[in-house]
């Protein structure tokens, strides 16, 4: 099975950008399709966004839409998002997720695996 640890969270300021990562290992990471999701203290987690297996499909929460992007290099067995434009909002732990198959969908039931996750802070 595959084995997920995420990195490059921080504290930035609003308006700021960040990129994480979400790096694979133990398996054949083409077979999965990664998810990001997120959770802030009190919250439910939050669906982030999500890519297939190829990197051909991408779909996004509403929260996020025309400000992060996800992207993955599977010669590097890793997953990016790309984080633009943050508000305070934005704060949370952000977790990557993986499940077999092509497509994955937002909802946290759907991925077996899960990383350990990296703290995003955006101060106001």
């Known amino acids: 099975q595959v084995q997920l640890a995420e990195s490059g969270g921080g504290l930035v300021q609003t308006g700021g950008s960040l990129r994480l990562s979400c790096a694979a290992s133990?398996?054949?990471?083409?077979?999965?399709?990664i998810g990001w999701f997120r959770q802030a203290p009190g919250k439910e987690r939050e669906f982030v966004g999500a890519i297939s297996f190829n990197g051909g499909r991408t779909h996004y929460g509403d929260s996020v839409k025309g400000r992060f992007t996800i992207s993955r290099d599977n010669t590097k067995n890793t997953v990016y998002l790309q984080m633009n434009s943050l508000k305070p909002e934005d704060t949370a732990v952000y977790y990557c997720?993986?499940?077999?198959?092509?497509?994955?969908?937002?909802?946290?039931?759907?991925?077996?695996?899960w990383g350990q996750g990296t703290q995003v802070t955006v101060s106001s």
């Open positions: 133990g398996d054949t990471f083409i077979s999965y399709a």
């Open positions: 997720a993986a499940v077999r198959g092509y497509y994955s969908g937002s909802f946290a039931r759907e991925y077996d695996h």
